[in-house]
């Protein structure tokens, strides 16, 4: 498992399995959300599956799976309300934690600049300055 924190209370992480569920839940995480899709993974990854483990580890699951086509506006402000209304820290994940960190991206862009976005991305190990037009343009509106 490869936690990486966008910020103190957000991190992201490439797939995680069920065995990974007490090792978060341990680390202090409250909420984990799926961005990733059943339709790219085994049944062992499915998000029912990795849901159970987290359940009954503690912790609180959400599946709010992204896509290219998916990746709108309207996902990341879902996206984001799911985390205001975490108890604690959040960990997202996908298939190598790029989607989540776009979407935490998108979701941010109209509070945070979008070198302060692009700033905490690439601390975590994404590189995300593709997104500065985007960006840009929601922090204008």
């Known amino acids: 498992m490869d936690i990486r924190h966008i910020t103190p209370d957000y991190a992201v992480s490439p797939q995680i399995t069920a065995e990974d569920a007490q090792a978060i839940a341990d680390a202090g995480f409250k909420l984990v959300i799926c ?8 049944p062992d990854l499915a998000e029912e599956t990795i849901r159970a483990a987290v359940e009954a580890a503690g912790l609180r699951f959400e599946a709010l799976p992204l896509t290219q086509e998916t990746m709108t506006l309207d996902n990341a402000a879902r996206h984001r309300a799911l985390m205001e209304s975490a108890e604690g820290p959040v960990l997202a994940y996908c298939r190598t934690g790029t989607r989540c960190s776009v979407v935490w991206a998108l979701g941010h862009a109209s509070i945070l600049s979008p070198d302060d976005i692009l700033s905490k991305t690439s601390a975590a190990g994404y590189q995300l300055d593709q997104l500065r037009p985007t960006l840009t343009q929601i922090a204008g509106q």
């Open 35 to 42: 961005n990733r899709p059943d339709a790219e993974v085994t």
